[in-house]
């Protein structure tokens, strides 16, 4: 969600890890899940619900989103969100960000479903985006994920969908692991009308990766 739908929270997230001393290569719920256990583990969840009910006050629609949702309104294509944000963080994007929209553009935002970390596996399992597709009756192979990190894309690769990287000064590295990759999101209208080539090297990556 942060980093796509919204412009990222990158301090806050580095921060977060730092305060939580997270190991590079870990994610930070993995680790916190994973690797800690009773108070430690418990202590951890707060802290990181407190760092995330900060990141919300900075809250911000992602340049270009607009006109990407109206582009995939006018040609019913659908739209849920995958996200490992808290519940909280979710609907302080619907209820507050999103309120304040002018009244035409709040229709643009009917996100349906849309997976919390609540949900579990949370990424990069693609458990969330399969869930979607059968609940939409939409072959995985019909979507794309779009993200702005490195296990967004692995997401979308493991489902057999379309990865497509939100691309930043800071994520360039994950380029590699997506089919494409935009500068801003709205990009993405281009290459849905006109079409894009898709290299099959990534999922080959992730397979060599995964043995």
Not at 2 to 26: A, F, H, S, W
Not at 52 to 61: G, I, K, R, S
Request: proline share 5%.
């Amino acid at each position: 969600m942060d980093g796509t739908l919204t412009t990222p929270i990158n301090e806050y997230l580095k921060q977060m890890r730092r305060e939580i001393k997270v190991p590079d290569g870990m994610g930070t719920l993995e680790y916190v899940d994973s690797c800690l256990e009773g108070e430690a583990r418990e202590q951890a969840h707060r802290r990181i619900l407190e760092i995330e009910t900060e990141a919300m006050e900075h809250m911000e629609l992602s340049p270009g989103l607009m006109e990407l949702l109206q582009f995939l309104q006018d040609n019913g294509v659908r739209t849920g969100v995958i996200t490992r944000n808290n519940k909280l963080a979710v609907d302080h994007l619907i209820n507050n960000v999103v309120s304040r929209q002018p009244q035409e553009h709040k229709g643009l935002f009917a996100f349906d479903p849309v997976l919390d970390r609540s949900f579990k596996p949370t990424k990069p399992s693609p458990d969330s985006l399969l869930y979607i597709s059968r609940l939409w009756g939409i072959p995985p192979e019909a979507l794309m994920m779009v993200g702005d990190h490195g296990d967004d894309l692995l997401c979308g690769v493991r489902a057999g969908s379309v990865a497509a990287l939100l691309r930043y000064d800071d994520n360039r590295h994950f380029e590699l692991q997506a089919h494409v990759a935009v500068d801003r999101i709205d990009q993405l209208v281009e290459c849905l009308t006109l079409g894009f080539e898709a290299s099959s090297a990534i999922a080959d990556r992730d397979r060599a990766k995964a043995c």
